[in-house]
């Protein structure tokens, strides 16, 4: 029988997510956790009590380890670029948490630098793992919804509040990502208004508009200021409807039989429309974590060489809505062209 395969993995960061990723890598066949490393001596402690993995305070004591094949990056959004940089340049692959650096340029230099390297680099986006968003983007393809009009999310909760990047920057990158994969396209424009109530250096609510060709809008709501936690986004389109409430312990996806289009045929000068309203479907889903599915994608194109689905293009991608989003926050608003 052959022998199983073993990809030999180093956690930076056991946070706040951190923890998440080493259960799953610890977990996955094919995958062994190697290392964690942290700062704080009682984070290391933890992990070496949880996972009889060794531990280290620097990123150096991982990259000069040959058993070290891959590098999970899950520290804070400003040190994905150079710690990314530094782990591919060792001959790492690397998995990096969203976004995948905070500026456009670094994340070009990084995604050249995988290619060049000729190593898997992949960006958490979470989301597109997700089996309920994954039946949402097959409805779409096969025509379910008709023409497509618009979608629109809220993503909030009081809680986690961050002050060394924006609610942007924090908690719409989903949102940007789940949005993306549906439509398959970028967006032509981006309008994106906020406030700071706690800390004046950062946004604590943001409103992004996204324009798409075709004349479709998603309008996007974060927040970590908000007295329930919600995660909702309703596709809107001319044939039926889709509501996914990723909180929701009965059925995640509502797919409404509801639409309205123009009809062909012009009276007097007006233009008709048809209304029909239908039954609601709630689709039965295998709803596997989301987490484990990246896990097992990250090492199997690692093992395989094949490209992941949130590749370092992907990553680049929302970066450039996310940045065209901070420019427009910055001026009040401005309609930003990408």
Not at 8 to 29: C, E, M
Not at 110 to 116: I, N
Not at 304 to 326: F, H, I, K, Q, Y
Request: proline share 4%; with cysteine; glycine share 6%.
């Amino acid at each position: 029988m052959q022998e199983q395969r073993v990809t030999r993995v180093a956690l930076i960061g056991f946070g706040y997510w951190g923890p998440n990723l080493a259960r799953n890598f610890h977990q996955l066949l094919g995958a062994q956790l190697e290392y964690v490393v942290d700062r704080d001596p009682a984070a290391r402690q933890r992990a070496e009590r949880l996972y009889g993995c060794k531990t280290a305070d620097s990123l150096d004591d991982v990259l000069a380890e040959d058993r070290v094949d891959a590098v999970v990056i899950a520290t804070p959004a400003r040190t994905h670029y150079a710690l990314t940089k530094r782990a591919l340049e060792a001959g790492k692959h690397v998995l990096v948490e969203k976004p995948l650096t905070m500026d456009v340029a670094e994340a070009e230099e990084v995604v050249a630098l995988a290619d060049r390297c000729r190593r898997t680099l992949m960006v958490g986006h979470v989301f597109e793992y997700n089996p309920a968003v994954a039946y949402i983007k097959a409805a779409i393809a096969r025509g379910d919804l008709g023409d497509l009009y618009y979608l629109y999310s809220k993503r909030v909760n009081l809680g986690r509040v961050q002050s060394d990047v924006n609610v942007l920057w924090s908690i719409a990158p989903h949102d940007i990502s789940i949005t993306l994969f549906l439509l398959g396209q970028m967006p032509e424009s981006v309008r994106c208004q906020g406030t700071s109530c706690l800390n004046d250096s950062v946004e604590d609510v943001i409103f992004l508009t996204m324009y798409f060709p075709h004349n479709v809008l998603c309008h996007v709501h974060a927040s970590w200021l908000d007295p329930s936690k919600t995660r909702e986004m309703t596709v809107v389109g001319s044939k039926k409807m889709i509501v996914y409430d990723d909180v929701s312990t009965e059925g995640k996806v509502r797919v409404y039989d509801k639409g309205a289009f123009r009809k062909g045929d012009v009276t007097y000068g007006d233009f008709q429309y048809k209304l029909h309203s239908g039954d609601i479907l709630i689709p039965r889903l295998d709803m596997r974590e989301p987490l484990q599915l990246e896990c097992a994608h990250f090492i199997e194109c690692i093992q395989s060489g094949t490209r992941p689905l949130t590749d370092g293009e992907n990553g680049l991608r929302v970066l450039r809505v996310l940045a065209a989003g901070e420019k427009s926050l910055q001026r009040s608003g401005e309609q930003i062209f990408l």
